[in-house]
């Protein structure tokens, strides 16, 4: 809970973001998985992996899921 205001602690958006990124995988997605259990994500890695991804010219679909603050 959070005090003040305080952003409240999420205790399952990295571990559900690794649940769903297990699950695309298993469909036939190629994956990339970003989570902050050992420090902050950037978005210039994930707009980096998109970029990576776009650029192959064979995606016929992307998706991007997010768990987490928006912060």
């Known amino acids: ?24 995988r298993d469909e036939g997605f190629e994956v990339r998985t970003f989570v902050d259990e050992n420090g902050p994500v ?6 980096a992996a998109v970029e990576q991804l776009v650029n192959k010219g064979t995606l016929r679909q992307l998706v991007i899921y997010f768990a987490g603050h928006g912060v």
Not at 42 to 47: K, L, V
Request: charged share 15%; proline share 3%.
């Open 42 to 47: 950037e978005r210039s890695h994930i707009f």
């Open 1 to 24: 809970k959070a005090a003040g205001n305080a952003i409240p602690v999420l205790t399952a958006a990295a571990s559900g973001a690794i649940e769903v990124s297990e699950w695309l």
